[in-house]
């Protein structure tokens, strides 16, 4: 019972996060039609949500235990809350980059208190990474549902109306901070190092072992192409789909929603099937998706759209790609994870988020710069690189996780 209290309290925490973080990609086609900033400089908001998720992961993923996960998650929700607050007084692209910023920092210590909490409330392998996926596709629900609430305060005649969301995600925030002061909230004392320095020091020994080199690799590369696509896919539905603006952010949704579901069944494949064999479907699905869909999405004569009824089902096949996807992220990290000692789980943690963070932030910037520099209609092609190279590092993973495993 008091394991499910805590699960409870980390979906929680990862709802209302996913609307928060993921709305960047709604943020971007705001900044473009209201602050009149160019692909290119919009994309820099990305940067401004990844690289402090990188940094902060970096310096508190190691002694977090320390301070305790309750706490941190406590201290990143009244920040958030406050950021939100700000962004709707601030209205301006200015604001909008502070506002992802905190957002980043916030969510850096989130996560690494999530990930490390999954590992004191499971017990075997299958059911770490069916709780990870779980969790996962509870984001991708809640990323569903900002291409939902930022149209709800989207008005054509008042170009401002949109800021009322904040009003909103600020309660959420503060909801979710009173849910977790009440929760019985017990942690483990699984500590890095002794001191400080050494907990430093074992997340510099993790970068040295080759199957963490592997891993990272293999991260930054899933979450190149899944920032890439999620970012820029509203402006996607504008520009080449020639949707109107609230239509085009809520077709969006189509992706996360998609990424959701395919993250609870995996949930249930990890029970059944090997990971790795999983995994290699869900990339040869995801490669056929952007070959044999995605161009016919492109070239699809969509006609004139005024509400989601009216958009062809051609407009709905491309983010249905997320189902494919959908599984890598969770898995990964779970197969890693589950083959390290527990109190190696924080400092690798920070490792994931710092590299996933980073992947987010190159993915979204070469996608901006595509989208400029070739068109809307091409750019999502070349995620077919990352895929291949994500490919090939799963049979290494696969053979280094096992190794791993049998030194234990």
Known sequence: MKNNAIKLSLYINYFVFAILLNSVGIVILKSQNVYGVDEVQASILEAFKDLPIAIVSFLIASFLPRIGYKKGMLAALALVSLACVGMYFGNSFWTAKLLFATVGVSFAIIKVSVYSVIGLVTSNTKEHGSLMSNIEGVFMFGIALAYFLFPAFNTESDPNAWLNVYWLLAGL????????????????????????????????????????????????????????????????????????????????????????????????????????????????????????????????????????????????????????????YPLLNSVVLSALPKKLHSPMSGLIIIFSALGGTLGSRIIGILFKELGADQAFTYTLIPMGLLLVALFFLKRLTAKEVANA
């Not at 907990?199 to 192409?225: G, N, R, T």
């Not at 789909?241 to 069944?265: H, K, T």
């Not at 999405?297 to 249905?320: H, K, Q, R, S």
């Open 173 to 328: 925030s503060m909801l979710s901070f009173l849910f977790l002061l009440r929760a019985d909230f017990q942690e483990g004392n699984e500590v890095p190092g002794a001191t400080v320095k050494e907990d430093f020091a074992q997340m510099f020994l993790l970068i040295a072992k080759v199957l963490v080199i592997v891993f990272v690799v293999s991260a930054f590369l899933f979450v190149m192409i899944e920032q890439g696509i999620m970012t820029w896919l509203p402006t996607f539905n504008e520009r080449v789909l020639e949707l109107p603006e609230n239509v085009a952010i809520m077709m969006a949704s189509i992706l996360a929603i998609s990424l959701g579901v395919g993250r609870i069944l995996a949930g249930q494949l990890a029970k059944r099937f090997s990971w790795v064999w999983v995994l290699t479907v869900c990339i040869f699905a995801s490669m056929a998706v952007v070959i044999f869909v995605l161009p016919k999405a492109v070239n699809a004569e969509i006609g004139l759209v005024e509400t989601l009824a009216d958009v062809p089902a051609i407009g709905y096949a491309f983010p249905l790609v997320g189902l494919f996807i959908a599984p890598i």
